[in-house]
Nanobody, 125 residues
Framework: QVPLVESGGGSVQAGGSLRLSCAPSGYSYDAYCVGWFRQAPGKERGGVAA???????TYADSVKGRFTISHDKAKDTLYLQMNSLKPEDTAMYYC???????????????????WGQGTQVTVSS
């Protein structure tokens, strides 16, 4: 069973928009931190956006002003609104969460321990 399930990926032209969604499978988030990561072919996975334990949203410099992360606790769903997409945004996008008091006490939000299977985003020029 995959802990987190993403949806909303697809193909879009440069300048377009997509909204990614991520929901836990069979349990509630109850997470200290939630975030989105991405990995392009031949590159390492990197952080895109996150909501830290204090509720503050943080973004990679490359997506600031274009992407918005949000967590609808009523729907228990994490979103990533992506606007003004660029070809360099093409990647597999993963949602992740930090859950568990022991893990958070030891690692904080530096190491995510729950991951989704990823959803592909392709931006054409």
């Amino acid at each position: 069973q995959v802990p987190l399930v993403e949806s909303g990926g697809g193909s879009v032209q440069a300048g377009g928009s997509l909204r990614l969604s991520c929901a836990p499978s069979g349990y509630s988030y109850d997470a200290y931190c939630v975030g989105w990561f991405r990995q392009a072919p031949g590159k390492e996975r990197g952080g895109v956006a996150a909501i830290e334990s204090d509720g503050e949203a943080t973004y990679a410099d490359s997506v600031k002003g274009r992407f918005t992360i949000s967590h609808d606790k009523a729907k228990d769903t994490l979103y990533l609104q992506m606007n003004s997409l660029k070809p360099e945004d093409t990647a597999m996008y993963y949602c992740a969460a930090v859950r568990g008091t022991d893990h958070y006490s030891e690692r904080g939000c530096s190491v995510y321990n729950y991951w989704g299977q990823g959803t592909q985003v392709t931006v054409s020029s």
